[in-house]
């Protein structure tokens, strides 16, 4: 089994920073991929950021200059570093680790992320 536990999130002004982190632990395979995505209140969840174990990354149009998925395989973590923030990045961030047969997902329990006006 798989565990992820986020931690990062709270409350800032826009145009400031956050940084979320992601521990992963259990069984972890050595080729997987780490993501972010988020969810804002009545909205559907949607993907933000994916790095792979290999550090191929993409991003969503929309943070594309802002945001930086890295990731420490050392250590199975996932970090998003998100500058410049706006008020409509205000979701929950989950954070999502994706391997084996079909990339399964498996998800973490969310960190909320508000961004004020």
């Known amino acids: 089994q798989v565990q992820l536990v986020e931690s990062g999130g709270g409350l800032v002004q826009a145009g400031g920073s956050l940084r979320l982190s992601c521990a992963a632990s259990g069984n972890i395979f050595n080729m997987n991929i780490m993501a972010w995505y988020r969810q804002g209140a009545g909205k559907q969840r949607e993907s933000v950021a994916f790095?792979?174990?290999?550090?191929?990354?993409n991003y969503t149009e929309s943070v594309k200059g802002r945001f930086t998925i890295s990731r420490d395989n050392a250590k199975n973590t996932v970090y998003l570093q998100m500058n410049s923030l706006k008020p409509e990045d205000t979701a929950v961030y989950y954070c999502?680790?994706?391997?084996?047969?079909?990339?399964?997902?498996?998800w973490g329990q969310g960190t909320q992320v508000t961004v004020s006006s």
């Open positions: 790095i792979s174990s290999g550090g191929i990354t």
């Open positions: 999502a680790l994706r391997q084996g047969l079909g990339m399964r997902h498996y």
